[in-house]
């Protein structure tokens, strides 16, 4: 199983950027995906989250209404589009992938339900 993310880079507060993630060697469908981040000296916490038929979705309070996730089953890729980035929002990204979730379920916010992660990818948001 791999998720590889991509598309992190240096921007300006006001700024948008989407981060993509490509999984493979999983059932992609029958996976929820998530977002989540890092910040220097921080834990790591949920960003947003998708279910797995992309019908419902879950975002922190930090950045319900600028972030939207997305899922392209066909090309098994998630998405992150950023809008309105702040410098607040600078950490690595993470994508993973929750394959034990089931359809009744919200999605779900907390790292140990996510079986498979990605590397990370590093956002950067300057003021």
């Known amino acids: 199983v791999q998720l590889q993310a991509s598309g992190g880079g240096l921007v300006q507060a006001g700024d948008s950027l989407r981060l993509s993630c490509v999984v493979s060697?999983?059932?992609?469908?029958?996976?929820?995906l998530g977002w989540f981040r890092q910040a220097p000296g921080k834990e790591r916490e949920f960003v947003a989250g998708?279910?797995?038929?992309?019908?419902?979705?879950y975002y922190s309070a930090d950045v319900e209404g600028r972030f939207t996730i997305t899922r392209d089953n066909a090309k098994k890729m998630v998405y992150l589009r950023m809008d309105s980035l702040k410098p607040e929002d600078t950490a690595v990204y993470y994508c993973?992938?929750?394959?034990?979730?089931?359809?009744?379920?919200?999605?779900?916010?907390?790292?140990?339900?996510?079986?498979?992660w990605g590397q990370g990818t590093l956002v950067t948001v300057s003021s």
């Open positions: 993973a992938a929750d394959g034990r979730i089931i359809t009744s379920s919200p999605v779900r916010t907390y790292i140990s339900a996510y079986d498979h």
């Open positions: 060697g999983l059932t992609f469908s029958r996976y929820a």
């Open positions: 998708i279910h797995k038929n992309g019908g419902r979705t």
